[in-house]
């Protein structure tokens, strides 16, 4: 792989943004991902959510971990800084550099491999310290950069390019989150760009850990007859289970939802999510609920999307830490430290 | 043993959780504010309550604050240890013990004086709870000693009085009424104070008693640290519980809200990661460990180092190899930090020597770590972090100003000709300059562990791969004329003119960190013997031309450290041009602090017989 920049093409016919951007300011460099990529839709939609939202590009941090998801942050976004971290390592730079400064808004991007397997353990941490961030899996069941092993969110009975049959039960990033007390929990499909951007862009808003697992089917290793990750499996077990609408602060939220339907839950800086429902019995504001109806529909091998689990009062890193309101990056030097040395070594004496 | 007026060693043998660890605490900070100098080594366990824990004090006037090797008196409360303890007690010493159950037949030694206490009997008739006869019974030792060695009772009082405060002043008597037992028992049956006693000066005025972990600690808050992420390990543990503790009082502001995050990470591997998160942030950020924490975080330790990412990391060290034994000391992770991490990675550590240096230490670490945009160590130890050390007051420069390195404003990227390159070297000083998130668009760049190329970009390209590491290397170099230069101590030095130049023995020692007061003590000893040493501690890595020439105007070098696989002198051999057979090892790596007399001994052997042992 090697960085491509794109050629700066500008079309005056472009809309803009209320900064007054277009949606290629938040573009990146040339993906070297493999032509049809789950991955490169999700891009798409993530570049087309932060322009709709009108995030200032540079105030945002991209981070990932290791494999082919984790490219990606290269790919959106290049007035922002972005860090690849160490494989399966992503949460905690993100903790960290999160820790040190809450005033950027904070995408991380990983995979199966990379969040279920070697980051299992990070990821679940980053889960229960309430990180306010987006956290995006690109989930294809499948390590790519390897060529073609089961990742750990393979599916029972899912057969490999070299007709390998996987036996052992997957690691269900969605039903893990949700056990972990994951505060806004997604799952969508590549394929799905309308469904993806509302997601991406009331998670954003989401003060807290917002994971959206996302079916990104590779069409190297797992786009097969067989597969259970591949697009045409995908797409015959779809089962959108909430329609979710996202409404900035200064609109006006249209009451044209039917009663008992439709659920609007305000976030913290105002806006709003309309959910409304396609299944009458989930309930997403209900864990035990949530959990049931998940477990029911994964019996019955759908793929259930859309907002699956949201709550705006959890607390996140910060407000548990009582953290000042800015940014801890410039040290706090106190004009009295030598007073406060004097006092503190009166206890030494 | 004739009178040994504010010089001699003793040692106190319980067992752990029983709260004979505040006792003795409170033993050493008497003696201490009697104006005498003292050292106090814990030999605890690895387990909180009921195995073997031994307290070693030394009262020295003369202020050799290190383990002399020999303890002239031994107060034998644990059972389980009493003949051990019994035969460590050197001729002519003392050895107190709980004569509430008699030991006729183990006390076999004619050659020291036997002083028996009654303590559990006493403690029992006079306090009825079962856990305050416990505990009252160190105090009760504490008060016979306070008989038998002069000890001031008032100061011991006090003392107290500040351990418990107002709120739990009925303490205070209750310990006192202790004491008091002990005290009058020993009047009454022992010709206080004995000829080993302890007699009232002023030598410690203008000094501190404290723990290196704690000055560590303040170190990091004086340097205006921001984050620090950890996981609990032994002997690092209280580093980060003084940090909280001192930030919770000076680093809130008016309202209450907390200037700072501290987090306790899943794992060693995410806390690492947190200080790089925090790092690239750019705040100052920082995690304690030990030897099984580093190895833990070695992959994230590479990748700070070649994406330049500001971290100070502390190892506490403690015995390995593996699990080892947590609560005993050694220096067995010298190369582990000076080389963690897999590819060709070098990393600034610093060697502090006692509390007071891991203070000055731990404020030139974060300043280096932004500097140079990399990881560096402050490579402590379990006796220098845990022990309680007696240093002069810290002193604070009012005039320092972190060094936050190369950083560049929005103003100074807005002004930019060109576009901005991470990897660049525009100063020949192998250090580049780097931008922090969410300050301008035109200092946006990508932060990668994989090979880039000198303006950050993604590269399996050979020529732009072996650039930066090439400039990497330079940086390296570069960092040798800015950490702190050894202490370098002559027998014979140079007139204070400069008109006569220092002129060398033949023999010389080279050391680090805490062996430091065990080599001053040993080369006072041999220089009165005869035995002329100069002396070179080394206070950092990368090392510095001073200790190079050091080695080369000395014919034969000791090497002293705490380890068994002598790293320090494989370092030297690999780092300088050190002619091998010079560097001659003395090694010490039983998990206790290194004695002086141990060094001494080593000298005198090699002087002898052309080799150490």
Redesign the interface.
């Known amino acids: ?3 491509m920049k794109k050629p700066a093409v500008h079309h005056s016919a472009l809309p803009v943004n209320g900064l007054g951007y277009t949606v290629r300011d938040y573009e990146g460099g040339m993906s070297t991902l493999c032509a049809g990529c789950g991955h490169d839709s999700i891009t798409a939609a993530l570049i087309q959510a932060c322009w709709e939202l009108d995030i200032e ?3 945002v ?1 991209k ?1 990932s971990g290791i494999g082919c998801s984790s490219k990606t ?2 790919y959106f976004l ?9 494989h399966g ?1 992503m ?11 809450r ?2 808004t904070y995408i991380g991007v990983s995979g199966d491999g990379d969040s279920l397997s070697i980051g299992f ?2 990821f ?2 980053a889960i229960r ?1 309430n990180v306010d961030m987006l956290y995006m899996i690109e989930n294809n069941g499948v390590y790519g950069l390897t060529k073609g092993q089961f990742s750990a969110s393979a599916d029972i009975g899912t057969r490999a390019k070299k007709c390998e049959i996987n036996e052992q039960p997957p690691i269900e990033p969605v039903l893990t989150a949700l056990s972990l007390g994951c505060t806004f929990v997604a799952r969508s499909f590549s394929g799905d760009k309308e469904q993806l951007v509302t997601l991406i862009k009331a998670a954003l808003r989401h003060r807290g850990f917002a994971m959206i697992d996302v079916i990104s089917p590779c069409v190297a290793f797992n786009d097969h007859e067989g597969s259970t990750k591949s697009y045409a499996h995908t797409r015959a077990f779809y089962h959108p289970a909430i329609h979710t609408d996202f409404i900035e602060p200064k609109a006006e939220i249209r009451a044209e939802y039917a009663k008992g339907a439709a659920m609007p839950v305000k976030l913290h800086d105002g806006s709003t999510i309309v959910l409304r429902k396609v299944d009458v019995d989930h309930d997403p504001t209900d864990r035990a609920r949530a959990f049931a109806y998940l477990e029911r529909h994964r019996e019955a091998h759908e793929i259930v999307t859309g907002l699956l689990y949201v709550e705006e009062e959890g607390r996140d ?2 407000s548990l ?5 800015e ?8 004009d009295d ?2 007073a ?2 004097e006092q ?2 009166k206890r ?2 | 043993m004739s009178g040994r007026v504010n010089d001699f060693t003793l040692k106190l043998a319980t067992a752990n959780g029983t709260g004979s660890a505040s006792a003795n605490t409170l033993l050493m900070k008497a003696i201490f ?1 009697m104006g005498v100098p003292v050292m106090g080594k814990n030999y605890f366990p690895s387990n909180i309550q009921g195995l073997p824990t031994w307290y070693e004090i030394r009262v020295t006037e003369s202020g050799d604050l290190t383990r002399s090797g020999v303890v002239h008196f031994m107060v034998a409360m644990n059972a389980e240890t009493f003949a051990k303890d019994h035969a460590e007690v050197a001729a002519g010493g003392y050895l107190l013990y709980d004569s509430s159950w008699p030991r006729g037949r183990e006390l076999n030694r004619d050659d020291i004086h036997i002083i028996g206490v009654p303590l559990a009997e006493m403690v029992n008739h006079h306090f009825t709870d079962a856990r305050t006869r416990i505990l009252m019974k160190n105090i009760a030792y504490v008060g016979a000693l306070a008989a038998l060695l002069d000890l001031d009772m008032q100061v011991i009082e006090d003392s107290l009085k500040e351990t418990f405060g107002e709120k739990k002043a009925r303490l205070v008597d209750a310990n006192m009424q202790a004491a008091g037992l002990g005290y009058t028992y020993a009047k009454q049956h022992y010709d206080c104070p004995l000829p080993i006693r302890v007699k009232r000066t002023n030598l410690t005025d203008g000094h ?3 723990d290196g972990n ?1 000055t560590a600690a ?1 170190g990091a808050m ?6 620090g ?1 950890w996981y609990p390990i032994t002997p690092s543990t209280s580093l980060m519980d003084a940090f909280k503790g ?1 930030c919770e009082t ?2 809130r ?1 008016d309202k ?6 501290v ?1 306790q ?3 060693e ?17 920082f995690t304690p460990t030990s030897g099984p924490g580093i190895s833990l975080m070695n ?2 330790i590479s ?1 700070g180092y070649y ?1 330049e990412i500001p971290a100070v990391i502390f190892d506490v060290q403690r015995v390995g190899p593996s699990t080892g034994m947590p609560t005993r000391t050694q220096q067995a992770d010298l190369t582990e930090c000076a080389y963690a991490g897999h590819g060709d990675t070098r990393h600034i550590c610093l060697y502090p020597a006692d509390p007071g240096e891991a203070f000055e230490l731990t404020i030139r670490a974060f300043d280096l770590a932004e500097h140079f945009q990399t990881p560096v160590f402050v490579v402590s130890d379990l006796d220098i972090g845990m022990n309680e050390w007696m240093v002069p ?4 420069d ?1 005039n320092y100003r ?1 060094d ?1 390195g190369k950083v560049l404003s929005a103003g100074e990227l807005e002004q930019l000709p060109g576009r901005f390159g991470r990897y660049l070297d525009p100063d020949q000083d192998g250090i580049p300059f780097r ?7 035109a ?8 090979g880039h190329s000198k303006h950050g ?4 390209d050979a020529a732009e791969y072996q650039e930066v590491m090439d400039r990497l290397g330079r940086k390296f170099d570069t960092a040798r004329r800015h950490v702190p230069p050894p202490q370098i101590e002559y027998v014979h030095p140079a007139s204070k003119g400069g008109r006569k130049r220092a002129r060398p023995t033949k023999c010389a020692i080279v050391s680090l960190g805490s062996c430091d007061v065990a080599v001053r003590e040993a080369r006072k000893k041999l220089l009165a013997g005869g035995t002329e040493l100069d002396y070179c501690r080394i206070r950092a890595f990368p090392f510095t031309s001073e200790l190079e020439d050091f080695i080369r105007e000395h014919e034969t070098v000791f090497v002293v450290e705490q380890n068994r696989d002598a790293q320090l002198r494989g370092m030297l051999l690999m780092e300088t041009d050190a002619d091998r057979d010079r560097l001659v090892s003395i090694l010490h790596y039983n998990g206790l602090p290194i004695a002086s007399s141990h060094v001494e001994e080593a000298v005198l052997t090699y002087l002898d017989k052309g080799q150490v042992a």
Do not use: C
């Open positions: 792989m090697t960085f590009p540079h105030r941090a981070m942050p290269a290049s007035q922002a800084h972005g860090i690849n971290a160490v390592r949460p905690s730079i993100a903790t960290g550099a999160n820790a040190a400064n005033e950027l353990g990070q679940a941490h310290r890193l910060h830490n009582q953290t000042v309101p940014s801890l990056v410039a040290t706090r030097l106190h430290q030598p406060i040395l503190v070594q030494y004496r | 504010r501190i008693v404290i704690t303040l004086f340097a205006g640290a921001t984050v992420a001192f000076y680093r502001n209450g809200e907390r200037e700072f995050t987090i990470a899943e794992d591997l995410a806390a690492i990661g947190m200080v790089m998160g925090a790092g690239w942030m750019g705040a100052r950020a992959e994230f990748f994406t007051e810290l002193k604070w009012e972190p936050r931008t922090l998130p969410g300050v301008h668009p200092g946006a760049f990508f932060t990668r562990g994989s970009i993604y590269t399996e």
